[in-house]
């Protein structure tokens, strides 16, 4: 007990008291609840009288010397105090720096936006999946060329798991529960084992959007994309349909706009053709509809995938893809006052 005092007695005459938080802390570590004078006094009533007698005294005075720093210091606090009672807090305050939504995500929430509209919901899923939801149940065959065309990374030691390359993997597990009919997007991340450059990464971001029912027709896809395309682009926009392959849709579709940086007249943009492809689409194949438990005789569907980056590219005229994941503060101080 004497080591503890003396120790403790040595500690609050050492204690430096500079500011209004010094102040606080000695109070917290020494007066407070479970400060080392209190605790001590704790430990003081399991002590024989004995003891009582020969430390009860020298305890006291190190209470009372605590005690009178720290009224001594009380100042500091009521400075502080007062500082703040005279603060005016309607004065602007200097050097401040508004944060900016990422361009990226100014892009996907406009395009949520826009499908919301129309009945739209969101739906999301994970990044890590298994082959069956990113490729078989897509009409993607083992050994099928059409997976080279999309270089997939896949996880070390499991062959069945990989990182997902579209979201359509995300389609499969809504249709996989029956709840139809079925009016989604699907935004999210998606990765390719593909070399880094200014025109490509090994992830990027994509929203996907699905819509399953009975008796829809390409003539539905067709108008959903028109009406998308004014609402993104502008009421001029024109848009155009060229055949295209993808394993999961019978009919596909690229889908191209009127280049809004030259009012089509021909730019490098658009290498001087008057139209910048932005996505793919078509109608549901039968096979991934009955994959996923879905009676192809009675339902029919559309999908569209774009890439979220093609879309900001076009907006906002960003040609170096690396810029997006850069998190340069210089790039994304641009977009403060964006909105679309």
Known sequence: MKDLIEKISKEVNEFQINSADDLERFRSEFLGKKGAVTLIFEDFKNLSKENKKEYGQVINILKKTAQQKYDANKNLSSNVK??????????????????????????????????????????????????????????????????????????????????????????????????????????????????????????????????????????????????????????????????????????????????????????????????VEILGCGMVHPEVLKNCGIDSEKYSGYALGMGIERITNLLFGVKDLRLFSENDVRFLKQFETVTL
């Open 82 to 275: 007062k500082q703040v009672a005279n603060l005016d807090l309607s004065m602007p305050s200097l050097n401040t720096h508004n944060g900016s939504q990422h361009p990226l995500s100014i892009v996907k929430d406009r395009i949520i936006e826009i499908f919301s509209h129309i009945g739209f919901t969101v739906e999301e899923g994970p990044e890590i999946e298994d082959d069956w939801h990113v490729f078989t149940a897509l009409n993607f065959p083992k050994e099928h060329p059409a997976r080279d065309m999309q270089d997939t990374f896949f996880v070390a030691g499991n062959p069945d798991t990989v990182l997902r390359t579209h979201t359509s993997s995300v389609q499969v597990r809504v249709m996989e529960k029956g709840n139809l009919p079925i009016r989604a997007i699907f935004p999210g991340r998606v990765y390719r084992n593909e070399a880094i450059s200014m025109r490509a990464h090994c992830f990027f971001h994509q929203v996907e959007g699905l819509y399953i029912d009975k008796n829809v027709s390409f003539a539905d896809l067709k108008q959903t994309l028109l009406y998308f395309a004014k609402e993104m682009f502008g009421n001029d926009t024109k848009i155009r349909l060229r055949p295209s392959y993808f394993p999961f849709t019978e009919p596909s579709a690229e889908m191209d706009i009127s280049c809004n940086l030259c009012d089509s007249k021909g730019c490098g943009f658009c290498k001087y053709t008057g139209w």
